[in-house]
């Protein structure tokens, strides 16, 4: 195998959320740490975004599918070279692209599984665009391994921490069990920002709840949050994955026929479900498996001061509540540094999934190169 090198690798990522292209210049060591240099949040042109929200919603023909997956391609390539205007090419560049559609299931069709998931953002593109080597299509060869395609940041989370419950809450809500008594596992616990940012455009015109300030403002209604804490998915056993394909806006306009009328009471109330059902998933899934006594929280949810409230209420006492800034490691750009090390495995051919976490049969080589 090729001795490992230092690489400069710019990761890109567009999570459930959607509300931009996070693009990071990171440098990757071979002892998997990875030190990012500088990152932006690049925003989708107006009406590309407007058309991925179409495609989360299956509103969109297979000819505007086809056109979008270049169309996105271009964005994510635009994101890479306003880094590269500034500090040169990177070795490679390592994209997750942009999912559109989340399949975990084994379902049959003629006896052939239909488990399956779709990225848009083509490689090619983004390789034409900037001249680099690019690595992108992450979750397919895990589903092809027989796993769910997710968490992968997991295989992060576990070279960069110790003995903690890595924690990130973004359009969907993830962790990550990183331990000295058990094996490294990982799944969603539910929804994150989803249905606050849908509520949030719904009721006040804005992308997202700032700081958790509408929620602040608000009052939870128990009878609401009991009848929502109810839903199937927060009682599976992990491994398990879900996404937009579950928690859409036809679930949220359902839910929303029994919600509080007063919409700030909406908002807290929604801040506190995903606050509660990551409280819960602890109790259920991980605390009878370990004594971890440490959660970091990432992501967007990581910045809203209402939701990190109700963690510290709905949390165990003796559980510390951290951030990833305190370990250095930026809330906003952690996942774009996980798909940067994902990128640098691939290249030197190191497995880069965790089948503890993904249900995968074996460990694998995630990702595709076009050069």
Known sequence: MEEKETKKIIGLMSGTSCDSIDAGLCEVYPDMSVKLIHGINYSYPEHI?????????GDLSVKDLCQLNFAAGKCF??????????????????????????????EKLDGISLKSTLQIGESSVIAHETGCMVVSNFRE??????????PLVCFADEKWFKNSLVQNIGGISNVTVVSDDCETFGFDTGCGNIMIDY???????????KDGAIASEGNICESWLDC????????????????????SNKYIENILKT?????????????ALTAKTIAQAYERFVYPQTHVDTAIIGGGGA??????????????????LKTHEDYGISNNFKEVMAFALLGYCNYYGIPNNLPSCTGAKKRTILGKITY
Do not use: V, W
Not at 141 to 150: L, N, P, S, T, V
């Open 49 to 57: 975004r407007a058309k991925l929200f179409s495609a989360f919603r």
């Open 77 to 106: 390539a635009d994101a890479a070279n306003t880094l590269i205007a500034e500090f040169g090419k990177p070795d490679l560049i390592s994209s997750h692209g942009q999912t559109i559609y989340h399949y975990p299931f084994d």
């Open 141 to 150: 060869k895990d589903i092809a391994a027989g796993g769910q395609g997710a």
């Open 199 to 209: 509520c949030m455009q719904k009721f006040f015109g804005q992308k997202y709840d």
């Open 228 to 247: 929502l804490l109810q839903d199937e998915y927060y009682f599976i056993d992990p491994p398990k994955t879900t996404g937009r394909e579950y928690f």
């Open 259 to 271: 919600a509080p009328s007063e919409p700030k009471d909406i908002i807290t109330t929604l801040t």
């Open 303 to 320: 910045y809203n001061k209402t939701m990190m409230k109700f963690l510290r209420n709905y949390l165990p006492k003796h559980i510390e």
